[in-house]
Nanobody
Framework: QVQLVESGGGFVQPGGSLRLSCAAS????????MDWYRQAPGKQRELVAG???????NYADSVKGRYTISRDNAKNTVYLQMNSLKIEDTAVYYC?????????????WGQGTQVTVSS
């Protein structure tokens, strides 16, 4: 089992910055990718950014150049630095970890952290 705990959400004005953290514990060695998703009211959950075990990263087009995902292996923590925030970035942000069970990925989720961008 893997446990994920997010922190760092909050209220910020447009153009501001926030950094989210996701601390992982448990069977961490089985994880091959960690991602950040978000879900705005009335919308589907969407992938925002991901970082693979080898270090490769990927981003949604809507956040490229503004968000940076990184990790600290010593702390078993993944971060999402969010800059130049826009009102449309408002959502609940979820940390996700995937492990392979056979040939299929199994998802672990954090509890979510609210990010509100408003003037």
């Amino acid at each position: 089992q893997v446990q994920l705990v997010e922190s760092g959400g909050g209220f910020v004005q447009p153009g501001g910055s926030l950094r989210l953290s996701c601390a992982a514990s448990g069977r961490i060695s089985s994880i091959y990718t960690m991602d950040w998703y978000r879900q705005a009211p009335g919308k589907q959950r969407e992938l925002v950014a991901g970082i693979h075990s080898g270090g490769a990263t990927n981003y949604a087009d809507s956040v490229k150049g503004r968000y940076t995902i990184s990790r600290d292996n010593a702390k078993n923590t993944v971060y999402l630095q969010m800059n130049s925030l826009k009102i449309e970035d408002t959502a609940v942000y979820y940390c996700n970890a995937k492990e392979l069970r056979g040939a299929l990925p199994y998802n672990y989720w954090g509890q979510g952290t609210q990010v509100t961008v408003s003037s």
